[in-house]
């Protein structure tokens, strides 16, 4: 192929409304109040073809159509309303600038493989990138100096097919890059930026395009350049595809070309946020950085440690990106060369003993300064995961706490249901998402005001559900009586019931299908029927999730089954906001606790729909009984047969016996006690699960600490980074000198409530020096054998012994229960949480 340059022609626009453009490049047309019919109204059916694209859209349009709408007095109205709106967001004074004056020249780096913002912009695959998406759309809202990293993919991820079997196939759009709402980064003369990585000896281009998000800015990083090989091209063809080759290639162009595209455009993130350790290996590129200006190997871990933050999002081992010794020596050689350090030292940075690989998730887990999982049982699970990483610390003290994902209110929320929300709850209440107090208000929305707006939703969702299966069918090649057939499917007055999400196997999207001939009668109650609407996506690697899908267009061609159950093709954004605002039940049916979070049940709580789910991901924290239904219940299974047997019992009680009879306890057209549930989910969810008060949540606890540690440690010639590496190599070096010589206790095993107990310790520490560790008695409840619930109480330094020997003295007062207590001995210093250096010695049997 002969080289040749890209030029996109767009007609020139009218003067009335030649801002058209500045909207078509930012994102936020796609959450604002008037954005979308800004542009929907020119010319509602290309608005359409075009998968509401707005640059692809300016692009098709004709001269005639703008000419007509320079001229309509409604449409120039809306124009400078849409403007308007659109100038006082990005000229306000936010959240962030109002709390956090002093730090509005800090800059996040949030850097994630996936963003999802929207269907026009394709380089998402599920939930990492909806939620990665929602992320720096709250960003901008708050008004956070806020940029992201990612990739851009020329295929994007896979366009769904259902063919005439059942089957899933997978179709790889080619993206034209400059029918997107995204530009290139140039540089001063107007050529393409881009900046350079080395993979085993050869040097890859790296492109750099920006996307506009408010006030926040994507920087996506692109290989498709005539500068590289037909092989290197293609390292941003696809989204998780490919091999292990393929795979590590494309984290180092995220992580180490990420970096190199920041410093390339002069931008020096104060906070580095790694989003599930695909990105990782931006830590490597950060102590090379450093060390190329002298700054030593464990000084320079310090440096990185203490300014970045880790976002888990895999609640098992096998989920997290690993590489064999092989690769990482292949691709990091010229890099050991450059640091002067030798492979056992790289390695040393996230070997995975257990499974003998180089974990991504470790490499960002022992970099972090702050790490996270997504919920609160994720940030259990994930602490039970980690807790070989941190010795013999207590689990509750693994340093991996939880912020609950929330969305994007005004994106997932439907249009019509913002306009009844400005009518009752006053006009500006998308401006305070997290403010309980503004969706207290929803009680005052009359029941067949709101029942009103969800059967027009549902009606809307039925339309666009049978547009999708006749389009699927038509393409089948089916008869026509089969396409005709599918007007009967689906009716605004029956039950809907909605499943759609990847579909990976712990998901359990079959779960009823476990006794079909219990589900069959629902699906044929004459009096309360039931239908259900599946979609979703599985890898194409994964067969057993295409399996799945499989199975339930299986069912749905089945007598008793046909147009009671569908299955909807090419699961996205599209599809996925006609679901979540337009069917009357959210199923979610994890196998509990492998869900870390799952958002879909939070963009249909948004809009009323009432969430049915096991108590997996974010619905312990959310479930009040009154809200929605549970399914299943929180006991912990060994054998995930019987664990699916007892769900599957469990959920088709809480149809027969709780949901089904509810929805159809009708009174002049709708069920009383069904809007009142929809009222008590929009309020208890909305104001806590949107990603409004996620991002304050992470500003207040994750980024403002991790901007001031990132500036204390690299004050004075990164003096405290220095002194902090060299005092854990130095106690890493004793520690094995560290010992009880001694504990005496005057605790007997039955006491009063308000006895004291006094307890003295002996310890040995070698050459270790007193200021250096700290001793504690640490106590707790006593649950199934073990603490429960500890608190820590230090014990004073009584005096030397003899030589290197010490006592300490202490007390404690228990509560009234069974409790139990101990003592141990560890390092402590005033530069880092101790948790960074988990060594712990307890005290033997006293």
């Known amino acids: 192929m002969f080289p040749f340059r890209i030029v ?66 409604d449409y120039l109205v809306l124009y400078k309303r849409t403007l308007d709106l659109y100038n006082r967001y990005i000229n306000r004074e936010t959240w962030f600038s109002k709390k956090y004056p002093d730090y509005r020249k800090d800059i996040i780096a949030y850097f994630s493989a996936e963003f999802g913002l929207h269907e026009s912009h394709p380089i998402y695959s599920g939930g990492l990138g909806l939620l990665a998406g929602d992320h720096c759309k709250s960003a901008s809202d708050l008004g956070l100096p806020f940029i992201g990293v990612g990739l851009l993919y020329k295929q994007g991820y896979f366009h769904q097919r259902i063919n005439s079997k059942g089957e899933q196939e997978a179709e790889y759009p080619h993206l034209n890059f400059y029918e997107l709402p995204i530009t290139p980064v140039n540089n001063p003369d107007g050529s393409q930026l ?26 996506l990083l692109d290989t498709d350049t005539s500068k590289n090989s037909t092989q290197d091209r293609n390292l941003t063809g696809q989204l998780y595809g490919g091999d292990r080759e393929y795979r590590i290639s494309q984290e180092i162009v995220l992580g180490v070309g990420g970096v190199r595209a920041l410093r390339a455009m002069r931008i020096n993130p104060s906070v580095w946020h790694i989003n599930e350790g695909h990105a990782a290996f931006l830590i490597i590129e950060r102590i090379r950085e450093l060390m190329r200006f002298m700054v030593p190997f464990d000084t320079a871990r310090e440096v990185v440690r203490a300014s970045t933050i880790f976002t888990t999002h895999t609640p098992v081992p096998a ?38 690989s180089f974990n991504m998730t470790l490499l960002a887990l022992r970099h972090a300064f702050l790490a996270n999982g997504v919920s609160r049982l994720h940030g259990e699970v994930s602490r039970k995961m980690f807790q070989p990483e941190y010795g013999s610390l207590h689990l509750e003290e693994i340093p991996v706490s939880s912020v609950t994902n929330g969305v994007h209110v005004g994106t997932w929320l439907a249009q019509e249901i913002k306009d009844l929300f400005a009518r009752y709850l006053g006009k500006r209440w998308f401006e305070q998402p997290h403010e309980k107090e503004i969706w207290n208000k929803v009680d005052l929305i009359p ?43 689906l009716d605004p007055d029956i039950l809907t019931i909605g499943f759609a999400r990847r579909f990976a196997t712990y998901k359990r999207a079959t779960l009823l299908f476990r006794t079909p001939e219990r589900l069959e009668r629902l699906l044929n109650n004459n009096e309360r029927p039931v239908r259900f609407v599946f979609s979703g996506k599985a890898h194409p690697a994964d067969t057993l999730g295409q399996e ?11 007598p008793g089954f046909r147009g009671r159950l569908v299955l909807l093709e090419n699961y996205d954004i599209h599809l996925a906001r006609h679901l979540v605002q337009g069917v009357d039940v959210w199923l979610n049916t994890p196998r509990r606790p492998m869900e870390a979070s799952g958002t879909s049940g939070l963009k249909a709580s948004l809009n009323g729909l009432i969430n049915v789910s096991t108590l997996d991901g974010w619905w312990p924290e959310a479930y009040n009984g009154k809200n929605g239904f549970i399914v299943g219940s929180e006991r912990e299974y060994l054998n995930e047969d019987i664990q699916d047997q007892d769900d599957c019992f469990s959920l088709y ?15 002049d057209g709708f069920s009383p006690e069904w809007v009142r549930m929809m009222k008590e989910t929009i309020k208890t969810i909305a104001p806590v699960f949107n990603t409004g008060r996620m991002v304050a949540e992470y500003t207040d606890r994750f980024y403002i600490p991790a901007i001031d540690r990132g500036k204390l440690f690299t004050a004075n010639e990164n003096y405290l980074a220095n002194h902090a590496g060299n005092f854990k190599k130095l106690i890493i070096e004793y520690w094995d000198q560290v010992s009880f010589v001694s504990v005496e206790s005057s605790g007997r095993t039955k006491m009063l409530a308000g006895e004291e107990i006094k307890i003295s310790a002996v310890v040995n520490l070698g050459l270790i020096y007193t200021g250096s560790v700290i001793l504690e008695i640490v106590y707790g409840k006593v649950v199934e054998g073990e603490l429960r619930n500890i608190v820590v109480v230090p014990m004073e330094l009584e ?15 228990l509560p009234q229960g069974s409790y139990g207590y101990s003592v141990r001995v560890r390092p402590d210093s005033r530069d880092f949480p101790h948790t960074e250096l988990p060594l712990v010695t307890w005290a033997p049997v006293f």
């Open 8 to 73: 996109s022609v767009t007609p020139e626009l009218p003067e009335p409304i030649s801002r058209l453009r500045d909207i078509a490049y930012d994102f936020w047309f796609s959450w604002s109040p008037a954005g979308i019919e800004f542009f929907r109204s020119i010319n509602p059916e290309l608005w359409r073809e075009v998968q509401h694209n707005p640059v692809k859209f300016l692009m098709r349009v004709q001269k005639e159509d703008l000419d007509r709408a320079a001229q309509d007095e």
């Open 194 to 219: 881009d900046v350079t990585v080395e993979l085993q000896g050869r040097t890859v281009f790296v492109q750099i395009w920006q996307v506009k998000v408010g006030i926040v800015t994507i920087y």
């Open 319 to 356: 989920g997290h990106d690993l590489f064999i010794e092989e690769l990482i020596v292949k691709h990091f050689a010229h890099m050991i060369n450059e640091m002067g350090i030798d492979i056992k030292t790289l390695k040393g940075l996230a070997w995975d003993a257990e499974r003998n």
């Open 447 to 489: 029941d067949r005001e709101l029942w009103r707006v969800h059967r027009l939703l549902k009606e809307k969702m039925i339309s666009f559900a049978r547009t999708n299966l006749k389009q699927q069918r038509r393409r089948n090649r089916e008869p026509i009586q089969s396409i005709l057939e599918i007007d009967g499917y």
């Open 548 to 558: 799945l899908i499989k199975k339930i267009y299986d069912f749905s061609q089945r």
């Open 653 to 667: 009680s809480v149809l027969e016996e709780k949901i089904i009879p509810m929805y159809y306890r009708r009174e």
């Open 799 to 813: 005096g030397e012994v003899f030589d290197n020997v010490y006592r300490y003295k202490g007390s404690l007062t």
